[in-house]
């Protein structure tokens, strides 16, 4: 969790008024220095990461959902070589949000499998 700005601004005002030095002004308030040092260059906090996939090859990504629409994440990223959490990310970059249909194929052969058979 991130600091306020207020309260970055008024631990960098405070700094300037009393021309405190950086390791006094941490102390004051009970903040690292390191932490002093970043609000010194940047003041407000960074919102986005804006950071690409890297190892996760998007267009296969929407190849393989169009290929395999009910498909659960772990089976993508067994399909594609990467892992869960990797997919998760990537399907939220794309946008792609769905729930299963409880009629779908897949969750009809897991039922089965968990029902007694009928006589």
Known sequence: MTYPILFRRKV???????NLSIAQVA???GVGVASVM??????DPKTTRNKPATRINMEMLAQ???NYPDAYQYERAKR??????GI???????????KKKPVSPQSQRRRAAYLPAKN
């Not at 970043?38 to 003041?43: A, E, N, Q, V």
């Not at 594609?80 to 959490?85: D, I, N």
Request: hydrophobic share 35%; charged share 35%.
């Open 38 to 43: 970043r609000w010194i260059k940047t003041p």
């Open 80 to 85: 594609l070589g990467v892992s869960k959490q």
């Open 27 to 29: 102390k004051r308030f």
């Open 12 to 18: 960098l005002s405070v700094r300037e008024k009393e």
């Open 64 to 66: 393989d959902i169009k």
């Open 88 to 98: 998760n990310h990537a399907l939220k970059r794309l946008s792609v949000t769905y």
